[in-house]
């Protein structure tokens, strides 16, 4: 799984979510994707010309985790049209060069006026908010 915002370490997202010790970290890494926030939270969208940065965490076999996951991004698999969020799985780089497929939840719903995030780190990002 890759994550990019609020389900990243320094976040209480998982641990409020029950999935924290079923969520083990890999390392950071990076997706071709365009970020941009949204105010509370930040969006991720596909595109080729830019960098999104995140975590990567190996997630137990269990569907219970997908599930949860599915309900805090808003996607709901039946309807994958009207969903917050939509899961895909994409290429991931690792810091160390290594590359791997992951999950990802890519924003799904118009982005009206959100900034862009230049730098693709939503953590950097708030630092400098």
Do not use: C
């Not at 975590?55 to 269990?62: G, H, K, L």
């Amino acid at each position: 799984m890759f994550v990019y915002g609020t389900l990243m370490g320094g976040f209480d997202r998982r641990r409020r979510a029950g999935i924290d010790t079923r969520m083990h970290f890999i390392g950071r890494g990076w997706i071709e994707a365009a970020l941009f926030d949204l105010g509370i939270f930040p969006a991720a969208i596909p595109a080729p010309d830019g960098r999104v940065w995140g975590e990567v965490y190996r997630v137990d076999d269990d569907p219970s985790v997908l599930t949860k996951l599915d309900e805090i991004e808003g996607y709901r698999p039946t309807e994958p049209d009207t969903s917050l969020y939509m899961r895909a799985q994409v290429d991931v780089t690792l810091d160390d060069g290594r590359r791997d497929h992951a999950w990802v939840y890519f924003y799904n719903a118009p982005l009206g006026r959100a900034e862009r995030i230049e730098s693709g780190d939503y953590l950097e990002h708030l630092k400098v908010k």
